[in-house]
C-alpha cells in the first residue's frame, strides 16, 4: 500500500483499539463470555424444542381468563404507580428545582433524595415491598410510585428550569410569591412538555409493572415468569402476545395524546372541547377503575400494628452487613454486574450498527422492533438455554433488547448526519465502504457514542436485577439474602447497587463531555 | 385546550379516588373468615388445584369460609403469617423454622403427613457424565427456591457434609424457584444437575411428566423431617383444634377423603410439634442459612 492511500490516523487509531481490548479483555472474561456455546448442537436443539413449542399460543379457556385478568392488573398497576408517582414527583419537584427563585439556589437534600429513589431499580422496591405489604400488587404500585416518584421530579424540575425564567421573574418582581409565580409565569410555558413526559413515562411503566411481576407483584410478569420456569412455550408465546398487544397499544395511545397536545386552541373561549372532556373523563375514570381493581388497602398502612411492622422491617437492614468476607462477596457481584453491562451494551453497539447500516429499512425496522419490545428479563430465559446459566447468558439477554433500541436510534442518527463530506469522497472517486468510514461516520459518531452511553446507564441498572433469572451478579446475591430474611447482609447489596448505578451516572457523563 | 386546568381536574380526581380508596379498607381478617396460603413449591395454579377439595372439607368442618391465596415468593408467607395475614399455612421445614423465629416462637405446627417425617431430596442429572456427588464440582447445578428445605437446606447440608461448597465447587449455582421447575431446568439442559423434593419427583414420574430415560436420579438424600400445616400462634384455640381434628380424621378409606389426600399425597395426617424440626434449625445454622 503506498504513502497516499494510508489512513494518516491508522496508528492513533490503532493504539485506542488496542488500550480499549487491554482494558475490556478483563470484563469480557468476568462476563465469562463463550461464543462456542451459542453454536452447540445440543443447545441449539434445546432452543429449538423450547421455540417450536410456542406454536401454536395457548388459547384454552381458562388459561385466557388468567391472562385477562393479568393484563387488566398489569394496566391498573401501572397506572396507580403513576397516580403515586405523580402526587410525589409535584411537591418533590418544587423543592428540589432552581425556578422562581431569586437565587438560584439548588436544593442539595432534595436534589440526593431524588437519586436515591431513581437509583435503586423498582424491582428492588418492589421485592422489598413485597415483604412488607406481603401478598398483591401494591408492592408494585408502590415501587412504581417511588421510583417514577423520583424520576418525575427530576425531569419536571429540569423542564421549569429549562423555560424562559422572564415572565416568573417579573410576577415576583411585581409581588406574586414563588407558587403563583411558577404556576403563572413557568407552567404555561412548560406544561406541553410536561404532559408529553408524563406520558411517555405512563408507558415505561405498562413495561416495567410486567417486569416486576417476576418478583410476585402480581399482573403479566408473574404468568409470564411461571410459564418461562416451566419452559411452557404456548403459555410464554400468549403471554408475549398480550405483552406486546398492550405495549404497542399504549405506544399509540401516548403518541396521539402528546399529537392532541400540539393542536392549536379553538376561536371560542371556552375552557373545554369535546376532546379535553373526553381526556379529563377517561383519565378519571381509569385511575377510578385501576385503584377499584387493585382494591388497594393502603388504609392498612397506617394501622399501629403495620407501623411496627414496617419500622422493624426497616431496622433489619441497619446496621449493614460491612464484615470483610461479605465485602468481597460484594465486590465480586459488582464486578460481574459491572461486566454484564458493558459487554451487553458493546455487542448491543456492533449489532446495532450493523441493522442500522442496510438502505431497505422496513424488514430490518421490524426486527429492531422484534428485539426491542422483548423485555431483556424474558430475554434472560431463552438465552440462559442458549448458553446454560451465568453472566454470559446475562449479558447476552441484554444485547438482544439494547440492540433493537440502539439500532433504531442509530438509523435515525446515520441518516440525519450531514451528506456532504460522503458525498464529495465519492466524487474524488472513493469507494462506498470509506466514504461511510470517513465521512458519514465520524459525523455521527459523537450523537452513537451518547446514545450508547446513556443506554449503559440503564443497562447498569437492569443488569443488577437480571440476576433474579440466574444471570449471576448483584441480582441473585440480593434474592438469597432476602429470602433468608438476612437484611443486614442485603442491605450491603442495595447499597452496593446504587452505587454502581451512581458511578456509571458519573463516568457516563464525563465520557460524553470528554467525547464532545 | 387548556392544559393547566385539565392537570388540576386530573389532580383533584387523583386525590379523590386516592381518599376514596384508603377509606374503603376491606376488613382484615374477619372471625368467619379462614385465611389460608402455602409456600409456592410447585406452580401455583398446581397448588390451587390441590387445594380446592381440602378447601371444601375444611369449610364443611369449622363452619368458616376458607380462602387460599396463591403467592409466588416462599419468605412471603412466612412475612404474611408474622404479620397475621393468613390463618393457616402449609409450611416447610427450614419455612417453619423462619416462622417460629419470626413470630417470636408463637408459631404452631399443628400436622403433618406421614411421609413428611422421614422425607428426602433426589438429585437429578441429565449429564451421563455425573454419576456421584463428586462429579458435580465444576458443573452448573439448580436449587429450587433458597428457602425450600428439600430444595435447597438440606441438599446443601448434605453437599456439605460430602465435603462440597456450592459457591466454590459449582460453575455457576441458579434458583429455579419450584421444585417442578427444577425438572423442566434439568430436562432442558439449563443446568447440568438439579435437586428436589422426593415426593414431586415421584408424581411427576407417575404422571409421566418427565423423560426419565433422558433425567434420571444419582444420588438421595438421608431422611428428615419436612412439611407441616402452621397456624398463627394467636388463633382462637378452639379453631385450632377444630383444625387439627379436621386433618386427623381424614382416612382414605372414605372415597371423599381419599379424593383430597391423593392430591396432598397424604397416606395419613398425623400429629406433629416444635421439637421434631430442631435438627433442621441445626442444620440451617452450619449451612450458614440462618445467622
Redesign the interface.
Known amino acids: 500500500m503506498n504513502d497516499t492511500n494510508r489512513d494518516p490516523a491508522a496508528r492513533g487509531r490503532l493504539i485506542g483499539v488496542l488500550t480499549a481490548l487491554i482494558i475490556l479483555w478483563p470484563l469480557f472474561q468476568a462476563a465469562q463470555v463463550q461464543p462456542g456455546a451459542l453454536f452447540d448442537p445440543?443447545?441449539l436443539k434445546?432452543i429449538g424444542?423450547?421455540l417450536a413449542a410456542f406454536l401454536p399460543p395457548e388459547a384454552g379457556h381458562e388459561f385466557l381468563g388468567?391472562l385477562g385478568i393479568a393484563t387488566m392488573e398489569t394496566l391498573a398497576i401501572a397506572t396507580a404507580g403513576m397516580?403515586l408517582a405523580?402526587?410525589l414527583a409535584?411537591p418533590l419537584a418544587y423543592l428540589a428545582t432552581a425556578a422562581g427563585r431569586e437565587k438560584s439556589a439548588l436544593n442539595p437534600f432534595t436534589r440526593g433524595l431524588l437519586t436515591i429513589l431513581r437509583g435503586i431499580p423498582e424491582l428492588v422496591w418492589a421485592l422489598v415491598f413485597?415483604?412488607?405489604f406481603?401478598?398483591g400488587p401494591a408492592a408494585g404500585v408502590l415501587a412504581l410510585g417511588l421510583t417514577y416518584g423520583g424520576m418525575l421530579a427530576k425531569v419536571y424540575a429540569e423542564i421549569f428550569e429549562s423555560v424562559d425564567a422572564m415572565p416568573a421573574r417579573a410576577l415576583r418582581h411585581g409581588g406574586a410569591n414563588r407558587v403563583l409565580a411558577i404556576?403563572y409565569g413557568l407552567?404555561?410555558q412548560a406544561?406541553?412538555e410536561?404532559?408529553s413526559y408524563t406520558v411517555y413515562r405512563w408507558e415505561c411503566a405498562i413495561r416495567a409493572s410486567v417486569v416486576m411481576g417476576f418478583?410476585?407483584a402480581g399482573g403479566l410478569g408473574?404468568l409470564m415468569?411461571?410459564a418461562m420456569?416451566?419452559?411452557n412455550g404456548g403459555e410464554a408465546a400468549s403471554i408475549l402476545l398480550a405483552f406486546m398487544v398492550l405495549v404497542f397499544s399504549a405506544d399509540g395511545l401516548s403518541g396521539w395524546l402528546r399529537r392532541?397536545?400540539d393542536?392549536p386552541?379553538s376561536g371560542r373561549a371556552s375552557?373545554?372541547?369535546w376532546?379535553?372532556l373526553l381526556?379529563?373523563l377517561s383519565?378519571?375514570g381509569g385511575?377510578?377503575a385501576s385503584?377499584?381493581l387493585l382494591?388497594?388497602?393502603?388504609?392498612?398502612l397506617?394501622t399501629e400494628?403495620?407501623a411496627r411492622?414496617i419500622s422493624e422491617f426497616i431496622v433489619g437492614f441497619f446496621p449493614p452487613d460491612f464484615s470483610a468476607t461479605w465485602l468481597a462477596r460484594v465486590g465480586q457481584g459488582v464486578w460481574e454486574t459491572l461486566a454484564i453491562s458493558i459487554v451487553g451494551t458493546l455487542l448491543a453497539a456492533a449489532v446495532g450498527l450493523l441493522l442500522a447500516l442496510p438502505r431497505s429499512r422496513a424488514p430490518f425496522s421490524f426486527l429492531l422492533n422484534t428485539l426491542r419490545s422483548v423485555p431483556e428479563l424474558v430475554w434472560a430465559t431463552i438465552t440462559?438455554?442458549a448458553v446454560?446459566?451465568?453472566p454470559f447468558a446475562g449479558a447476552l439477554a441484554l444485547a438482544l433488547h439494547t440492540a433493537g433500541v440502539l439500532g433504531r436510534l442509530y438509523a435515525e442518527a446515520l441518516a440525519n448526519a450531514p451528506q456532504q463530506p460522503a458525498l464529495a469522497l465519492r466524487l474524488s472517486g472513493a469507494g462506498s465502504s470509506r466514504a461511510f468510514l470517513y465521512g458519514t461516520l465520524p459525523g455521527a459518531a459523537p450523537q452513537l457514542i451518547a446514545y450508547t452511553l446513556y443506554r449503559w446507564e440503564m443497562n447498569i441498572r437492569m443488569a443488577a436485577i437480571l440476576g433474579f433469572v440466574?444471570a449471576?451478579g448483584l441480582g441473585?446475591l440480593l434474592?438469597?439474602e432476602?429470602?433468608?430474611?438476612?437484611y443486614a447482609q442485603a442491605s450491603t447489596v442495595i447499597i452496593a447497587m446504587l452505587a454502581l448505578s451512581i458511578a456509571v451516572d458519573q463516568s457516563s457523563a464525563w465520557l460524553r463531555q470528554r467525547m464532545r | 385546550m387548556t392544559l393547566s386546568s385539565l392537570r388540576r381536574c386530573a389532580l383533584k380526581g387523583a386525590l379523590a379516588c386516592a381518599l376514596a380508596s384508603a377509606l374503603s379498607v376491606p376488613a382484615i381478617a374477619a372471625d368467619a373468615v379462614l385465611r389460608v396460603s402455602a409456600i409456592p413449591d410447585e406452580a401455583p395454579t398446581e397448588l390451587q388445584r390441590k387445594f380446592a377439595p381440602l378447601g371444601k372439607y375444611l369449610e364443611a368442618q369449622t363452619g368458616m369460609k376458607v380462602l387460599f391465596t396463591p403467592v409466588s415468593d416462599y419468605a412471603a408467607v412466612v412475612e404474611s403469617l408474622a404479620t397475621r395475614k393468613i390463618d393457616l399455612a402449609w409450611l416447610g421445614g427450614f419455612t417453619f423454622v423462619q416462622a417460629k423465629i419470626r413470630t417470636n416462637g408463637t408459631a404452631i405446627p399443628i400436622v403433618q403427613r406421614e411421609e413428611d417425617a422421614k422425607f428426602t431430596s433426589k438429585f437429578i442429572t441429565a449429564d451421563p457424565a455425573i454419576k456421584s456427588l463428586a462429579d458435580l464440582k465444576g458443573k452448573t447445578f439448580a436449587f429450587g427456591a433458597p428457602s425450600s428445605t428439600s430444595g435447597s437446606l438440606m441438599p446443601r447440608f448434605f453437599l456439605q457434609q460430602a465435603g462440597l461448597n456450592p459457591e466454590k465447587d459449582f460453575k455457576n449455582v441458579a434458583f429455579s424457584g419450584a421444585h417442578d421447575a427444577t425438572v423442566a431446568f434439568v430436562t432442558a439442559g439449563k443446568a447440568d444437575a438439579g435437586v428436589l423434593n422426593a415426593s414431586v419427583w415421584d408424581k411427576l414420574v407417575e404422571a409421566r411428566k418427565v423423560d426419565t430415560d433422558k433425567v434420571r436420579v444419582f444420588a438421595t438424600t438421608p431422611p428428615y423431617f419436612d412439611y407441616n400445616w402452621t397456624v398463627r400462634g394467636d388463633l382462637d384455640p378452639l379453631i385450632v383444634k377444630k383444625l387439627t381434628d379436621a386433618f386427623l380424621k381424614l382416612d382414605p378409606k372414605n372415597p371423599e377423603h381419599a379424593e383430597i389426600m391423593q392430591l396432598q399425597r397424604a397416606s395419613k395426617f398425623i400429629p406433629t410439634k416444635k421439637e421434631n424440626y430442631e435438627s433442621i434449625e441445626k442444620a440451617a445454622h452450619s449451612a450458614g442459612l440462618l445467622k
Open positions: 445440543g443447545n434445546v424444542n423450547f388468567y397516580v405523580f402526587l409535584v413485597v415483604r412488607v406481603g401478598l404556576l407552567l404555561p406544561s406541553k410536561l404532559a418478583v410476585g408473574q415468569d411461571q420456569k416451566m419452559l392532541a397536545i393542536i386552541p375552557p373545554f372541547g376532546r379535553s381526556v379529563v383519565l378519571i385511575i377510578t385503584f377499584s382494591e388497594l388497602g393502603f388504609g392498612e397506617f400494628d403495620a411492622g440462559a438455554l446454560g446459566l451465568g440466574g449471576g441473585q434474592y438469597f432476602l429470602s433468608l430474611f438476612h
